[in-house]
């Protein structure tokens, strides 16, 4: 089975910007969670959306959004880039409790 | 507020030389706790799941165990590939759906 893939792998983008990143899922996962992860505060959870509808939501602030599409692909957007966006965003799946990652889209933000 | 907290911060070991990592958790009820293995630049890889006290799991050199207040990740006999950093998180029951609270990690390096 193929893993959870997620594009673009890299970006670098200016402050004020915004930026959509995009997840697939394991086939069959229907539920998908987005992490944060800087050197300095670690993975930190975003959000998780689950058949369409966002199932827990994460202490950030409204700049971070996301959706998900009736094939369980998944889309986190960050409106008004700030330089402390600057982090590895990870997309995970799963089918049951286990979460499954992708390999991380890292963003830079200038 | 779940918390996760993983010592120590980073393990130098020779090779063949056994050492222990250490999770200790807070969580208002415990649905999982999860060890992960991430390598530098890519996503976490799961190892195992644990779901309640006493419980132990074994892959190849890795063992984990599990306790009411705090879970441990077993190293024997490390090679070099064996270096990483090796991630804690719990899921909560209370919690929607399957958030984690993952821990800042232990980094390893094996030295051959």
């Known amino acids: 089975k193929a893993g959870v893939t997620q594009t673009p792998r890299y970006l670098i983008k200016t402050r004020g910007q915004q930026v959509t990143l995009s997840c697939s899922p394991i086939s069959g996962h229907r539920s998908v969670s987005w992490y944060q992860q800087t050197p300095g505060q670690g993975l930190q959870f975003l959000f998780e959306?689950?058949?369409?509808?966002?199932?827990n939501k994460g202490n950030f602030p409204g700049r971070f959004s996301g959706r998900q599409f009736s094939n369980s692909r998944s889309e986190m957007n960050v409106s008004t880039l700030e330089l402390g966006d600057s982090a590895l965003y990870l997309c995970a799946s799963s089918f049951r409790e286990t979460q499954y990652f992708g390999p991380g889209t890292r963003l830079l933000v200038l | 507020e779940d918390q996760v907290t993983q010592s120590p911060e980073a393990l130098r070991l020779q090779e063949g030389e056994s050492s222990s990592l250490n999770c200790s958790y807070t969580v208002s009820g415990l649905r999982g706790l999860f060890w992960y293995r991430q390598d530098p630049g890519k996503g976490p890889e799961f190892l195992f799941t644990?779901?309640?006290a006493g419980e132990e799991k074994e892959k190849e050199r890795l063992k984990a165990t599990l306790t009411k207040k705090e879970s441990f990740l077993h190293i024997t006999a490390p090679k070099p590939e064996d270096s990483a950093t090796y991630l804690c998180a719990v899921q909560a029951r209370a919690a929607a759906g399957n958030k984690l609270t993952f821990g800042g990690g232990t980094r390893v390096l094996v030295k051959p």
């Open positions: 644990l779901y309640s």
């Open positions: 959306y689950f058949s369409e509808t966002q199932r």
